[in-house]
């Protein structure tokens, strides 16, 4: 007995299902039925799916529920690969189009590709590239026989908030495409809440620890077989992956937790997915839109005001990778008729960019406009507005690739540097006291 096949059952039809193949009837001899197959799930992500081999931990799970309950998986997942260049490398299409999978686990890049506002990694918009891309990747599962799934992942470390905007992106997706949701960014946000003590992040932020993907493969495990996991195995074993590269030479210990620790996280997934089974499925959330910087009041621009160098804070590039906020160093010097100039860059970090010629530059009535190379490795412009205020001159900087859509948008500001100080003349001698 195969358990789902070309599976278009609801959830609670499927566990329905796998009640009646944990309790067949023990029959021997001639009667007695082959072992039913595995279910097969394939798994289509990047880090988040194969640190501490998320895929292996449900497997590890499901056997520990019992012994007839047989999961089988693989996973196609590299480092911060997206569901888009997943679908332009073709790896992960031709898994999916040779196996016979009876669901497809669908994760994407942790805020949907890159947007930073202010060097802060915000949640992109699902429209550019999550959205058509979740599309196709579900198109395809479903011609080969299996259904899609959607693993919500959980908001980093330092933004909590933006956990109802990564919900938002997974629900409305899954509800038009009528695949279920894993509810595992939900039971993370619920953990962190209730039970605080608990580690769920490795100590980048955003990653997660052993509990963090035990937690997850406990909201898998409910999801595909709608049965509870409290009382499943806590400390599971298997093979490491290394980049999604599986290291089938060793073996290790994935998730270690006490008894105790193990029970509160799996009772967390339960009843995260009870409540979402209970509402239908999905979930509607209304999350307010990540604020975008703007330029204030600027005064009249005349050229001769903006000549000389200037200096400043720059939000723009990622503060997780020690970059922001950053020094920008603008020269403006006047180039025959018009204005030509430069643009340095000195990170948080330290590294630097430029030089930079200024391209585009133009001086408007109360706008000042030019654009400068993303990084030297040429991905692209950067393009900047700036105004004069009593301040020196503010800017915003803004910069989308077209082909993926990451997207960056900061402010700088700028002052003229204190010119140098003057070498203090040593005081002069005290005259000598007078003699007797």
């Known amino acids: 007995m195969r358990l789902l096949p070309g599976l278009r059952f609801p959830l609670p039809l499927l566990a329905t299902l796998l009640v009646c193949v944990l309790v067949w009837p023990h029959r021997t001899g001639a009667e007695e039925p082959s072992a039913p197959h595995p279910l097969r799930v394939l798994f289509i992500g990047n880090s988040y799916t194969y640190n501490n081999n998320l895929p292996a931990l449900l497997e590890g799970l499901a056997g520990s529920a019992n012994p007839a309950l047989r999961i089988r998986t693989r996973a196609i997942a590299r480092p911060g690969v997206r569901l888009q260049q997943h679908w332009e490398r073709g790896e992960a299409l031709a898994a999916l189009r040779q196996g016979r999978w009876d669901y497809v686990v669908l994760q994407e890049q942790s805020t949907l590709g890159l947007l930073l506002i202010e ?12 959205h058509p891309y979740a599309r196709r990747f579900a198109e395809e599962a479903r011609k080969v026989g299996a259904q899609p799934l959607f693993l919500l992942t959980w908001a980093r470390r330092d933004t909590p908030e933006s956990q109802a905007r990564l919900t938002q992106a997974y629900m409305s997706v899954a509800r038009e495409l009528e695949a279920p949701i894993v509810p595992a960014g939900l039971a993370w946000a619920r953990v962190r809440q209730e039970l605080p003590e608990e580690v769920l992040y490795h100590q980048d932020g955003s990653h997660p620890s052993a509990a963090g993907s035990y937690l997850t493969a406990c909201a898998l495990y409910a999801t595909l077989t709608g049965r509870s996991p409290v009382g499943l195995a806590s400390t599971l074993s298997g093979h490491p992956m290394r980049e999604g590269v599986l290291q089938p030479a060793k073996t290790v210990r994935l998730a270690s937790l006490t008894q105790e620790e193990a029970e509160r996280l799996q009772r967390v997934a339960w009843t995260t997915y009870e409540e979402l089974r209970q509402s239908g499925g999905y979930v509607e959330v209304q999350p307010l839109a990540p604020g975008l910087p703007s330029l204030p009041e600027g005064s009249p621009l005349e050229p001769p005001a903006l000549l000389g160098a200037w200096q400043g804070e720059m939000r723009f590039y990622s503060q997780e990778a020690g ?6 160093h603008l020269t403006l010097k006047q180039a025959g008729e018009h204005l030509g100039g430069t643009v340095r860059i000195v990170f948080a970090n330290g590294q630097t960019e430029g030089p930079f010629p200024l391209e585009a530059l133009a001086v408007e009535p109360s706008r000042l406009r030019f654009s400068t190379p993303l990084l030297s490795k040429g991905r ?5 507005e700036a105004v004069l205020t009593a301040e020196g001159l503010v800017g915003v900087a803004r910069y989308e690739n077209p082909r993926n859509h990451d997207r960056y948008v900061g402010t700088w ?5 204190a010119p140098p100080a003057s070498p203090r003349e040593p005081p002069a001698a005290e ?5 007797p």
Do not use: I, M, Y
Not at 380 to 384: D, F, T
Not at 413 to 417: A, D, K, T
């Open 431 to 435: 005259a000598a006291p007078a003699g």
């Open 413 to 417: 500001r700028l002052q003229r540097p």
């Open 323 to 328: 970059q922001s906020p950053a020094t920008l």
């Open 119 to 130: 060097g802060r990694h915000e949640v992109n918009d699902p429209g550019l590239a999550f």
């Open 380 to 384: 692209g412009k950067v393009e900047h």
